[in-house]
């Protein structure tokens, strides 16, 4: 079956850098996805990888490695705003999109 | 980037009436809509995916005749839970794609529609 792991919460202080890992098993590969998540709203999308490598965006980056079938997603500079859950998401070979449960992200002043 | 709006965003109903929420692509057009359920701490369940001028189709264990998805318009999907009970109460979530992103695919989501049925 397809699985998508990745951690139920972390938490980390205002200022710090955390990374959220992502690791996936599906049926083929055509991308992988980070969307942001605040409580109650609907998800907004952080960043998108298809090809091996780190994709910087600002406070944001994504890592994948393709043939460990895993993702991390690092926030730097931590704000109490990033308090929100983050969900991977990976396309298979039928261009659908397979959900993993999100990590909820806790700020600490 | 691409704006999908969804009203309402919350309604309480009573147990045996139906519900509708509507999803609209603001500034692009849609020929393909999705609809997914979001249960409390859970990630999120694609329920259908709706296709303009034609009928949706549904994931496993989806309702058809429960859920009923109208794509009447390239801008336009609703979802009407019909005879809403307790256990329908949850968040629907409607995402789509804007064809002029490029090719990385990203869903713009709309605000989300939370349903409570007493």
């Known amino acids: 079956g397809q699985n998508i792991d990745q951690p139920t919460e972390m938490t980390a202080t205002e200022g710090a850098i955390v990374q959220i890992n992502c690791t996936y098993q599906?049926?083929?590969?055509?991308?992988l996805f980070w969307y942001q998540q605040h409580a109650g709203e609907a998800p907004t999308f952080l960043s998108y990888n298809v090809l091996d490598g780190l994709e910087e965006k600002g406070r944001f980056s994504s890592f994948l490695s393709r043939s460990k079938g895993y993702s991390y997603l690092l926030l730097k500079e931590l704000q109490m705003k990033d308090s929100a859950s983050y969900l991977c998401a990976v396309r298979d070979s039928n261009y659908q999109l397979i959900w993993g449960a999100g990590t909820k992200l806790i700020i600490k002043p | 980037g691409a704006v999908v709006s969804q009203h309402p965003s919350r309604v309480i109903c009573k147990s045996g009436t139906s519900v509708k929420i509507e999803c609209r692509s603001l500034d692009f057009q849609a020929t393909t809509m999705f609809w997914y359920r979001q249960f409390p701490k859970q990630s999120l369940m694609l329920m259908a995916t709706?296709?303009?001028?034609?009928?949706?189709?549904?994931e496993q264990g989806v309702e058809k005749d429960k859920f009923l998805i109208n794509h009447a318009s390239l801008t336009l999907s609703t979802l009407t839970v019909t005879s809403a009970h307790p256990e329908d109460s949850s968040f629907y979530i409607c995402?789509?794609?804007?064809?002029?992103?490029?090719?990385?695919?990203?869903?713009?989501f709309g605000e989300g529609s939370r349903l409570t049925v007493l």
């Open positions: 599906t049926s083929g590969f055509n991308g």
């Open positions: 709706s296709n303009e001028g034609s009928k949706a189709t549904y």
């Open positions: 995402s789509a794609r804007d064809p002029e992103t490029g090719d990385t695919g990203e869903l713009f």
